[in-house]
């Protein structure tokens, strides 16, 4: 089983900063390679949304609403990947969830591509 785990959310004043970050580690399976690396977020009374995502070479796409604010970053050696956030607002108070398009296996000729889900942090952002 892979698990993604999710840190760093937390509360700060509207015009701050945070970077939640997420990693991914298999229990059993081995993790041989991620491909895409993801940040959703649901915002109350919103279904959830991509926030940003970028590829194993490091092309990144950001959603309309967050363009210009928050950077993705990624770190593959330790299978883990960033969401600098910056100039917050109220409304981008809610739930951040990591998703990834992972390979994994417990030997390499036997692996296979899944999707991974966090459980999520929250970000609350107060005016």
């Known amino acids: 089983q892979v698990q993604l785990v999710e840190s760093g959310g937390n509360s700060v004043q509207a015009g701050g900063s945070l970077r939640p970050s997420c990693e991914a580690s298999g229990t059993y399976q081995r993790i041989f390679d991620i491909n895409i690396m993801e940040w959703h977020r649901q915002l109350p009374g919103r279904p959830r949304e991509l926030v940003a995502k970028?590829?194993?070479?490091?092309?990144?796409h950001y959603g309309d609403s967050v363009k210009g604010r928050l950077i993705i970053s990624r770190d593959n050696a330790r299978n883990a990947w960033y969401l600098q956030m910056n100039s917050l607002k109220p409304e981008d108070s809610g739930v951040y969830s990591c998703?990834?398009?992972?390979?994994?296996?417990?030997?390499?000729?036997?692996?296979?591509?899944?999707?991974?889900w966090g459980r999520g942090t929250q970000v609350t952002v107060s005016s």
């Open positions: 970028i590829t194993r070479t490091g092309v990144s």
């Open positions: 998703k990834a398009d992972v390979e994994t296996g417990y030997r390499y000729d036997e692996a296979d591509w899944f999707d991974f």
